[in-house]
């Protein structure tokens, strides 16, 4: 799939993070939490908590250089309910290592919706980045992938995933992804791998969500 295909399906791309981080991410780009941990100096015990076991609040990090940043919770992630759907021998810690190496999108409003509208949402403000599609993948093309399930999450009947679950963009067309997925399954996510440090190129809004919203 080109960035322009990708564009013309989904025009606009959705970053949630926590209220106030736009500033740091517009120093920093976007960092997947491997990343940020490299960045943070963070080693040995937590770096191994952080990236292989479930988050169940915000993590902040602190460095003398780099300054605070908050890495996201992971609550909507169940390591048992992991255990019962992964393929291909993985494990719920080889899975949170794969998501921790990439930066996530939502492809859609709706998708946006769905999230801020989630019980671990709703309650709480949360700050949205818009993303224009069509300069993000011709910038990144060759590190985006493709993702048809919200693989953040566990919650009601967990999707099966594996190491095909993210399809490198530029491997197939929109019909032939389709046709691999058994013609089931839409574009949830756009994930780009490890980092997307020039952010503001591509940035097109920025606003904070109220803590009213509801599902």
């Known amino acids: 799939m080109t960035p322009e295909e990708l564009a013309a399906r989904h025009p606009r791309l ?3 993070t926590e209220p106030g981080a736009w500033a740091s991410v ?4 976007l960092l997947s939490t491997t990343r940020l941990l490299d960045l943070f100096e963070i080693e040995a015990e937590l ?7 479930r988050r ?14 908050i890495i996201n919770d992971n609550q909507p992630l169940n390591e048992k309910a992991l255990t019962c759907c992964l393929d291909g021998g993985l494990t719920p810690a080889d899975w949170l290592r ?10 859609s409003e709706e998708g946006l919706n769905r999230l801020l509208g989630a019980r671990f949402n709703r309650h709480r403000p949360r700050e949205v980045i818009v993303i224009n599609t069509l300069s993000l993948a ?10 048809p399930i919200n693989s953040g999450s566990t919650l009601r009947k967990a999707a099966r995933r594996g190491l095909d679950t993210f399809t490198p963009l530029l491997h197939h067309s929109f019909k032939d992804w389709s046709k691999h997925r058994g013609r089931r399954d839409q574009i ?11 952010i503001t190129h591509h940035m097109i809004d920025v606003f904070q969500t109220s803590s009213e919203i509801t599902s």
């Open 56 to 69: 169940p609040a915000a993590v902040p990090l602190e460095h003398p250089t780099h300054g605070r940043v």
């Open 14 to 16: 959705y970053h949630v």
């Open 98 to 107: 794969l998501l921790n190496s990439r930066v996530f999108f939502l492809a």
């Open 138 to 147: 011709t910038a990144h093309a060759e590190r985006i992938e493709l993702c």
């Open 47 to 53: 770096r191994i908590r952080i990236e292989t076991k």
């Open 26 to 29: 517009a120093q920093k780009g």
């Open 188 to 198: 949830l996510e756009i994930t780009v791998r490890d980092h997307v440090t020039d």
